[in-house]
C-alpha cells in the first residue's frame, strides 16, 4: 500500500449503489486497470451493498488498487461485526 490511501464506507442495504473516486489509468503489467471498477460494480450489484469507495491519495497504480481492495476488506468485517452496544451496524435488518 506504501503512500496510497482508500477509504470505503459501506451499507448492507440491499440496495445496490455504487460511489468510486479512484483514479487508476492504464495497465499494471498485463492487468488493464479499468477492469478493478468493473469488479467492484458487479460485486456491489450481486451483494445489494451501497458503498463509497474514495481514493485519498496515491501515485502508484498497484499500491492504489491494493488499497482499495484492503479498504473494502476492512468495511465488509465492519459491516457485519456485533457490536455489543448495538448489535450489527449495518444491516437493515439483512443479516
Not at 445496490?16 to 458487479?42: H, I, Q, S
Not at 492504489?64 to 448489535?87: C, L, P, Q
Amino acid at each position: 500500500m506504501d503512500e496510497a490511501c482508500v477509504e470505503c464506507d459501506m451499507d448492507l442495504s440491499n440496495r445496490p449503489f455504487l460511489v468510486y473516486e479512484v483514479e487508476v489509468y492504464g495497465k499494471v503489467g498485463n492487468f488493464d486497470t479499468e477492469l478493478v471498477e468493473e469488479f467492484f460494480r458487479a460485486f456491489i450489484l450481486n451483494a445489494s451493498i451501497s458503498a463509497h469507495i474514495v481514493q485519498k491519495r496515491g501515485k502508484n497504480k498497484h499500491h492504489i488498487i491494493e488499497a482499495a481492495f484492503k479498504a473494502v476488506g476492512v468495511s465488509i468485517r465492519r459491516a457485519i461485526a456485533k457490536n455489543d452496544r448495538i448489535g450489527i451496524p449495518s444491516t437493515k435488518d439483512m443479516l
